[in-house]
């Protein structure tokens, strides 16, 4: 996942992350926001529109999660951020996630 900080239309920074593990209250915070059970699909498309009708009633738990995701990040550089990458970004949050319940329901102790 790459976040971009931006001044006026520059990059000035870029976070990217590799890899992020997912804590069970993190997933509970998102599946209590986002009404994944809306979901027919779950196509990008409909994952955005979903993330992006929720995201502004949302901001105190995205906020710590990219913080989390995003290491380093400052409070000051999150102003510097479109709107649109925070929602790609959340997508990609509920995608992996949901994919991960759905394998650990297919695997076994």
Known sequence: MILNIYDKKEVIKTYEAEQYDLMFGTVEDL???FDVDSLK?????????????????????????????????????LRQVKLVEVAVIIVDVIKYALEQISTGFGSKK
């Open 31 to 33: 599946m209590t926001i």
């Open 41 to 77: 699909t779950g196509s990008d498309v409909e994952l955005i529109k979903l993330v992006s009708n929720s995201l502004p009633k949302c901001m105190n738990i995205i906020k710590p999660l990219l913080k989390d995701i995003f290491e380093g990040l400052s409070d000051d550089e």
